[in-house]
């Protein structure tokens, strides 16, 4: 990718070497070429700003002719060779006036001091403090305001390769955290299962100044309410049978860091009471100790469940899901951004080609767009283990097509798509419908209907007496497909169901023996 080329007017920065250096500190990104203009010349002993200077190095990045264009100019709003009278009489103000003029699809952002007022109304003009200027506010601004790329922006954003995303909603997302990134505030992250929770923690704490110090993962699913205490906050020799020796908990290992605790939704009630307390003010006390002990660390936590339905029916505390919900993130699906799907196919292929020392591996182009048009209800986790299965079962140079990606998700079956994922908790269980199941009960379901609507003459005996004997043979095998579908589904949670795909007609033949129709969006 080639460097951004940013042009910053400003008498300051473009006279004052240091002032430079200071500058460079502040924004410190190797992915931008910044270049430096005064907009002002020497007349007799006088210093004036001069507008021809500005707009002749405008020309040196713009326009037909400039082989690299300006992604911005940064302009500076006021000028000390002419003290402003008003907002609208600053140098900078007249500048940003001409250079829209005569250059208007020019992406221009004015620069301002905590001292100067804000930019005039009447200007519409988007602007950065140059008293707080760094890599984050200026890639926000250059997404609004200029036409970088999603790939630019990640690598301003410092995002590593082994973060998967071409999608303006993933990029919303890591811009945002790395905004909270910098406070030490809890952030709560939310997300379905395999949407890349733990991946979006890490890249909080990298982001973070705790960076330097330990980052400890927990999967809070795993902790079971007798072993909690000994487990998270440790233990003093005598504890209990078996505690021959003084051991810490994992908390005494995130001192200084940043503690993430995944799965903060499979959390007993009474633990949650337990952690309140370390979470608001870092205090706890080993297992057998009197003595409190104190950790400095920064609270993550992630859930897939809907925590605020959760308080309302008394399996989560309100005041801790308030605690831990200062910030928030939500993760969309990839169903949501499946512009997504197909740079993570591409990459989840070369990292298990490389792991199995296997090469050429490609897909087609029909079998990118399959990927992409399917509904992956475990996300990017699910994605991931089709494509290791894919690659299994092929050697060097071949090409993975549409039949051989159906046989790898046909293994996905009922709860096998989710449940048996790593990492994944019983309360997070959900009943999948395979692809290929699905797509025969709509084709059904949509036949259903299509027969039931066909309008017979009275004379006409020939079709009375096939359309019911075909209703019945399709009902039969709707009734068939959907009773091996949902065999273990529990009848009273069927609004609760996340069919992939969408699966809009159910036969509830157990019930009522009635065709009934339900949407899902």
């Not at 939500?330 to 197909?342: F, G, M, V």
Request: hydrophobic share 35%; proline share 3%.
């Amino acid at each position: 990718m080639s460097k951004l080329r940013i042009l910053v007017v400003d008498d300051q920065y473009a006279s004052k070497g240091a002032m430079q250096i200071e500058f460079h500190s502040k924004i410190d990104c190797n992915d931008i070429d910044f270049e430096f203009c005064q907009g002002q010349k020497i007349d007799g002993e006088q210093v004036v700003n001069d507008y021809n200077l500005i707009k002749q190095h405008v020309n040196l990045g713009w326009g037909a002719t400039a082989s690299n264009q300006w992604t911005v100019v940064l302009l500076d709003k006021q000028f000390d060779s002419k003290p402003m009278k008003s907002e609208d009489d600053s140098f900078g103000v007249e500048v940003y006036k001409k250079l829209k003029h005569d250059y208007p699809s020019l992406p221009i952002v004015m620069l301002t001091s905590h001292h100067e007022k804000h930019i005039p109304e009447t200007l519409n003009a988007p602007y950065l403090s140059k008293d707080n200027i760094n890599i984050y506010e200026l890639t926000k601004v250059l997404i609004k305001h200029s036409s970088i790329s999603v790939s630019q922006a990640r690598a301003l954003l410092g995002v590593s390769d082994a973060i998967v995303f071409e999608s303006k909603a993933m990029l919303d997302v890591y811009l945002t955290s790395t905004q909270y990134a910098k406070s030490d505030n809890p952030i709560l992250i939310l997300g379905e299962s395999g949407s890349g929770k733990e991946l979006l923690a890490k890249y909080i704490h990298q982001k973070s100044l705790r960076s330097g110090s330990s980052y400890v993962p927990i999967n809070m699913a795993n902790i079971t309410k007798e072993l909690f205490e000994a487990e998270f906050f440790g233990y003093a020799r005598g504890a209990y049978s078996g505690a021959n020796k003084d051991t810490p908990g994992l908390v005494e290992s995130a001192n200084g860091g940043t503690l993430f605790l995944d799965e903060i939704g499979d959390l007993d009630v009474g633990i949650q009471a337990k952690l309140f307390r370390f979470i608001q003010e870092g205090k706890f006390r080993r297992l057998g100790e009197t003595a409190e002990r104190t950790v400095n660390c920064r609270i993550l936590t992630a859930t897939n469940l809907n925590l605020d339905n959760m308080v309302k029916e008394g399996t989560f505390r309100e005041e801790f899901k308030n605690r831990i919900n200062t910030l928030t993130i939500t993760i969309p699906s990839l169903a949501d951004r499946n512009s997504d799907i197909i740079p993570l196919a591409q990459y989840f292929l070369k990292k298990e080609m490389n792991a199995v020392g296997m090469m050429d591996v490609e897909f087609t182009y029909n079998a990118l767009n399959y990927l992409k048009g399917y509904s992956f209800s475990g996300n990017v986790r699910q994605l991931e283990n089709v494509i290791k299965r894919l690659v299994v079962k092929k050697s060097s140079n071949e090409v993975i097509k549409i039949n051989d990606i159906d046989e790898a998700l046909s293994s996905d079956s009922f709860r096998n798509a989710l449940t048996n994922e790593p990492g994944l908790s019983d309360k997070a269980n959900l009943n999948i419908i395979p692809e290929r199941r699905s797509s025969t009960i709509v084709t059904l379901a949509t036949l259903h209907e299509v027969i039931a609507g066909i309008d017979i003459e009275e004379n006409d005996e020939a079709l009375r007496g096939v359309v019911p004997r075909l209703q019945e043979a399709v009902d039969e095998l709707l009734k068939r497909c959907l009773g091996a579908a949902l065999k273990r589904v529990n009848p009273n949670n069927l609004d609760n169901l996340k069919l992939q795909p969408a699966i809009k007609y159910l036969y509830d033949a157990e019930v009522t023996g009635t065709y009934v129709k339900r949407e899902y969006n």
